[in-house]
């Protein structure tokens, strides 16, 4: 299966997050040019699951996990 746009945006985003840890929110948001907000419920997201990037963090929320 192929990933669609907004995936390959939202793993970009993690993968990020996830290997600039040390990094402050605003300098993330910026980097990705995004918000604050998106960058601390990633941050969230990923310390819920021990910075592990899972399958249901990628795919959009109409779409269901196969």
Do not use: C, P, Q, W
């Amino acid at each position: 299966m192929t990933m669609t746009k907004f995936e390959k945006k939202r793993t970009k985003f993690l993968t990020f997050i996830s290997e600039n840890l040390n990094h402050t929110n605003l300098y993330i948001s910026k980097k990705l040019k995004i918000s604050t907000r998106t960058v601390t419920r990633y941050r969230k997201l990923l310390r819920e699951n021990d910075y592990k990037i899972l399958k249901e963090h990628i795919m959009h929320g109409n779409k269901e996990a196969e």
